[in-house]
C-alpha cells in the first residue's frame, strides 16, 4: 500500500472515498492503527488529557507534542502522520508560529500540522503553508478556546457563529489547508462547509456528511471510563480487555502458577 499525504486526502475528497482518522500518542498504540489500515493519525494535543491527566488541552507544550509525535511518526509506515500546534505556540505571531511549525516538523518527522481557528490566525497559516508544511485547520469546538466557551457544547447552533464558520472554512479553504478538522457542530452546518471547501473536511461530532471522520483512540476503543458523549461510539471494549488480562496476570502470580517452567530458565 501507498504512503498517504495531504494530496490524497484532497484525492479521496473528490473520489467520494470517506478518509480515516484516530489519534495516537506513542509507538505501541500508533503501529497497531497504522498497520490496521487507518488513513491518518493525529498526535492531538487531546495527549494533555489522555496522556497526562490533565483537564484541557491549554497546559501541553511544543516539546512535549514533538516527544509524542516523533514517538508516532517512528511507527507509521502507511498513514498521514498530522500533529497539532500546542496552545501557545501560534497565537502570538506569524513570525513565532512559522518558527515552531518549523521546530515541531524538523524535531518530530510529522506528515502535516493541525492548528485552531480561522481568520484570526490566517497570516500565521499562510506562513505556515508557504514554508511548504501542510495544514488541516480545525473550527467548531477548538478546545484551546475552553475558558472563552465556558464548556465543551455544541458550537455554531446560532445563525451568526454558523455564518462566521462558514466563512472561516472558505479562508482557510483558499489558504491552501489541505483539511478542516469540524468539532462538535450542527450536520447540516458541517454538510454546507463540506460541499464548500475544495479542501477535505475531516468531522468529530459533526455528523456523517463531512469527507472523514476522527476519534480520540482512547474513547473510540473504549478506554477511557465515564466520557460518553453522543457523538462516541465505543468500537471496542479496551478497557474491560486490559482489566481482564491484569486481573488474570494478579490471579496466576498470586497463585504461583506464572511464571511455570517452560516460562523459566
Ligand atoms: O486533540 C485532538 O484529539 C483533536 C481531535 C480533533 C480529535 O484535536
Ligand atoms: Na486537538
Known sequence: KKKITSKTFVDMK???EKITMLTSYDFTTASIIDAAGIDGILIGDSASNVMAGN??????????????????????KHCLVVCDMPF??????????VRNAIKIMKESGVDALKLEGGIEIIDTIKGIIDAGI???????????????????????????EA???LSDAR??????????????????LADEVTKAVSCATIGIGAGSGTDGQVLVYADALGMTQGFKPKFLRHFADVNKCMT??????????????????????
Open 134 to 160: 501542510p495544514v488541516i485547520g480545525h473550527l467548531g469546538l477548538t478546545p484551546q478556546s475552553i475558558h472563552k466557551f465556558g464548556g465543551y457544547g455544541l458550537r455554531a447552533k446560532e445563525e451568526a
Open 171 to 188: 479562508a482557510l479553504d483558499e489558504v491552501g489547508c489541505f483539511g478542516i478538522t469540524l468539532e462538535k457542530v450542527p450536520a447540516k
Open 14 to 16: 473528490q473520489a467520494g
Open 244 to 265: 481482564d488480562g491484569v486481573q488474570e496476570y494478579i490471579r496466576t502470580v498470586k497463585e504461583s502458577s506464572f511464571p511455570n517452567v517452560d516460562e523459566s530458565y
Open 88 to 97: 501557545g505556540s501560534y497565537q502570538i505571531s506569524r513570525e513565532d508560529g
Open 163 to 165: 455564518e462566521k464558520l
Open 55 to 76: 483537564d484541557d488541552t491549554i497546559p501541553i507544550t511544543v516539546d512535549q507534542m514533538i516527544y509524542h509525535a516523533r514517538s508516532v511518526a517512528r511507527a507509521c
